[in-house]
């Protein structure tokens, strides 16, 4: 029986924790913190519960998938968010979006005139071709120069991945409603990145919150992360919070275990749920790291964001999901991205406000997570978001924005609590807070994410930082593509475990008796 140490229980790690014990391995997690679930995180006060983390699912048979390949379903049962988000435009225009993509045209006609929904079809046909390019292939995979040099090969593919084209050069080209290119220019933000350097196969995310639809679990999605760990605790995994990982140890340039509390843990295999910067800059030899923490520091920190939970009296019948836009979206990228980063003085605001009974402590209140992009928390270079004082006038900002553009909840406030970037470092172990590691720039960007395996045998990545990148699918995709390379490392080296037939693409192991 192989052992396996995997360092964090965020969800990623969680996920291949599950995969790996539900394939024969013997399987022990460590996370520093005093509970799991990483940036799906989840705060609790006066009777108000917030998830901290993401608020929509999308793509959900990649989370089914996973419980049916490691022992049946969860009982989680997502239900359809409609509409998926509601925006409002700088100039007033308001936009909801239905969650059925076949409603999409007709919404965005009515919202921004004749022919907006025509472009908007023609947009989401040309991302369906690139799905179909890139969702299998180069998602759900590790990553593969072979898979990307043949698209290469292949004109029609070329012109679709588009590679020297960005998600704005995209927007513009293909939208001519300036409205509608600020709403494709938010998926950007998905990746914590600059849509003027994220390149155009990113829009793709947007085709898939469309076609694949927006989904949420009652009582949060803080849910997922219980019901992964409560899966893993049915496997035979051991959980050991409040357990930091002080390095991964090796011999003879492999992988041997990790050193936590002072003592060595031997293991066969070790995965990393950690920041991929944490992983290569704090945890191995350096001399073993050099041209990897090279690479990482020629690529920006992704954006990371300023939080406001805010319980409030009273409830108001208004769309779940909510994005305000500013006056100049650019202006935003410029603050969070510019050589001199600033906290955003108009940024976009994002409002979760769940109608869930289970979060609320009763019929007379509202629960709101507040979201502006911000930028990293680097003392001394940047933003430093410990500065006395600034938290608090900066909250004031936000509620001050919303109020300016038809929001002004600042008379139902019960309880305002705030989470800078500086408090997600800390929460998250995330550089800086950066929420997804580092940003999509350059036609480059996925060949610059970290690999799922490392360069040291013994030794993989999952997780946000890594390919294919963050959110739930993706991160849940990586779970899978580590698990899979660790048992195909297995059988090439002969590994003594015996396939057997399981649910979905992969096929389950276990062990022999020896």
């Known amino acids: 029986m192989t052992h396996v140490v995997v360092i964090g229980a965020g969800l990623g790690g969680l996920a291949v924790a599950a995969r790996l014990a539900a394939t024969g391995h013997d399987v022990t997690v460590y996370e520093s913190a005093d509970t799991v679930g990483g940036k799906l995180g989840v705060v609790e006060r006066d009777g108000f519960t917030f998830d901290t983390g993401p608020s929509l699912l999308t793509v959900p048979t990649v989370l089914e998938q996973l419980f049916a390949d490691t022992g049946g379903p969860a009982g989680l049962i997502p239900t359809a968010v409609d509409p998926a988000s509601a925006y409002r435009f700088a100039d007033g225009t308001e936009l909801s979006m239905p969650h059925d993509a076949a409603a999409v045209p007709a919404a965005l006609d009515e919202a921004f005139g004749p022919g907006a929904g025509q472009s908007w079809r023609q947009l989401h046909e040309r991302s369906r071709r690139l799905w179909d390019l890139v969702g299998e292939p180069v998602l759900r995979q590790p990553i593969s120069l072979a898979a990307l040099a043949r698209m290469s090969l292949r004109p029609a593919d070329l012109l679709t991945v588009a590679p020297w084209q960005t998600i704005d050069g995209l927007g513009r080209r293909m939208l001519p409603d300036a409205r509608l290119r600020t709403w494709l220019n938010r998926y950007a933000t998905y990746s914590g990145s600059d849509p003027r350097r994220t390149p155009a196969v990113l829009a793709v995310t947007s085709f898939v919150e469309q076609e694949f639809g927006a989904w949420y679990v009652a009582g949060g999605l803080r849910g997922i992360v219980d019901a992964v760990a409560a899966r893993c605790a049915e496997l035979g995994v051991e959980i050991h919070t409040g357990a930091e990982v002080q390095a991964v140890t090796t011999a003879g ?25 944490v992983l290569y800059d704090r945890l191995l030899p350096r001399d073993q790291t050099r041209a990897l923490r090279r690479s990482l520091r020629g690529s920006s920190r992704s954006m990371a964001g300023f939080v406001l939970l805010l319980g409030l009296t009273g409830r108001e019948p208004v769309a779940a999901h909510r994005v305000f836009f500013p006056r100049d979206y650019d202006a935003e990228f410029d603050a969070i991205f510019g050589r001199h980063p600033r906290p955003v ?8 406000a769940p109608d869930d009974p289970a979060l609320l402590p009763d019929d007379d209140s509202e629960g ?11 003392p001394g270079r940047g933003v430093d978001w410990d500065a006395p004082g600034l938290r608090e006038r900066y909250a004031d900002h936000v ?7 038809g929001v002004d909840v600042r008379p139902r406030i019960r309880f305002t609590e705030t989470i800078t970037p500086a408090d997600l470092e800390r929460r998250t172990g995330a550089p800086g807070g950066a929420i997804y590691g580092t940003a999509s720039h350059g036609p480059r960007a996925a060949l610059r994410r970290p690999a799922n395996r490392s360069p040291i045998p013994g030794l993989y990545l999952v997780g946000g930082s890594a390919h294919p990148g963050g959110g739930i699918p993706l991160v849940l995709m990586s779970a899978e593509i580590v698990a899979t390379l660790i048992g195909s490392a297995e059988t090439s080296a002969g590994s003594s475990a015996a396939p057997r037939a399981g649910a979905g693409p992969f096929r389950r192991r276990r062990p022999r008796s020896r």
């Open 399 to 405: 509620l001050d924005l919303l109020a300016e553009r």
């Open 368 to 378: 709101w997570f507040v979201l502006v992009n911000a930028p990293a928390h680097e």
């Open 253 to 277: 340039g492999r992988a041997t275990g990790v050193r936590v509390g002072g003592r060595h843990v031997p293991a066969d295999v070790v995965v990393s749920n950690a920041d991929a910067t």
């Open 345 to 352: 003085p108009d940024p976009t605001v994002y409002v979760h």
